[in-house]
């Protein structure tokens, strides 16, 4: 049984509680580490977006850096912070990010000085956007569009997620189906699309997540989909349980119910990037430090 979480958020980007008050709960749950995975999403139009005045509106405008000086200042004090509880409380926290990739020059330069800068300990590769013709689309943009648009968006998003995936910066791949929390992409002109990500991971050699924060939505599954889980166990891609737990309520929300949920599956490997010798360690370059 998986008895951690490495995808997790906090005050100060969009989560609820503090380090300390996620760590004591871990420590309640009998734990072994955690992780603390904040957003870390650098765009310099962010902040002309819809999407920014909604969540300065509703106070986590944080988690959206218009540039790489401004996330790197975030996290050393968000990072300083897991420092001091970690020295004072002798449990094993560790340094994540959950990452929204950009396949542009200038924000890979900018997130290797982020990375030689902040040594985060594991990275979570993600997309919860659709860059597009020096346009952002979010989820509820991307639900929005045109029925034609939207196609096109929805597959510029899955694409995305497989040049995240080849990048070879990420440690395991945030909720591949994400666009089904607006009701996208469970249809099967999708299935396609999911088999070539799959693959595409899998040849990559990045584990995928399964996100409990899926059965929060009325489909009563994880992020991925049972279509999708099923590619993972066909290719052998390993996995890792996430919660996305926001708040302490949420920490380790139906592990045991995804993890049997994975085995009946087929899926057989489980993936801790924190653990010694794993097999796509020498694709991060934030491990060696
Ligand atoms: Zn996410
Ligand atoms: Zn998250």
């Not at 080849?166 to 999708?190: I, Q, W």
């Not at 993890?259 to 794993?278: H, N, S, T, V």
Request: hydrophobic share 35%.
């Amino acid at each position: 049984m998986q008895n951690f979480s490495l995808h997790t958020h906090t005050i100060g980007f969009d989560g609820q509680n503090t380090e300390e008050q996620m760590l004591e709960k871990a420590r309640s749950l009998g734990w072994s580490k955690i992780g603390f995975s904040n957003h870390f999403i650098v765009c310099p139009i962010v902040k002309e977006t819809k999407m920014y005045e909604a969540a300065l509106k509703r106070g986590y405008q944080n988690i959206y850096s218009a540039s790489f000086e401004e996330a790197i200042e975030k996290f050393k004090a968000h990072y300083e912070r897991i420092d001091e509880l970690k020295a004072r409380t002798g449990f094993p926290i560790y340094k994540g990010m959950e990452v929204d990739f950009f396949n542009n020059d200038a924000w890979r330069e900018g997130f290797n000085r982020a990375l030689d800068e902040l040594k985060p300990d594991y990275l979570i590769g993600s997309a919860h956007f659709v860059a597009y013709r020096n346009t952002l689309y979010n989820m509820y943009d991307v639900k929005n569009a045109k029925k034609e648009e939207q196609n096109l968006l929805l597959h510029k998003y899955y694409q995305n997620v497989r040049t995240a995936a080849k990048s070879g910066l990420f440690n395991f791949m945030a909720h591949l189906d994400l666009m089904k929390k607006v009701g996208l992409g469970r249809e099967e002109n999708f299935s396609e699309e999911e088999r070539q990500t799959v693959e595409t991971i899998a040849k990559a050699g990045v584990a995928v997540e399964i996100n409990t924060s899926g059965f929060k939505l009325s489909y009563n599954e994880p992020y991925p989909s049972g279509r999708i889980l099923a590619l993972l166990a066909e290719n052998n891609v390993p996995v890792i349980i996430s919660d996305d737990a926001h708040n302490i309520e949420r920490l380790g929300d139906k592990f045991d119910e995804v993890e049997k949920m994975a085995r009946e599956i087929g899926i057989k490997k489980f993936y801790d990037p924190l653990a010694p010798l794993q097999p796509n360690v020498e694709n991060n370059r934030s491990l060696f430090k």
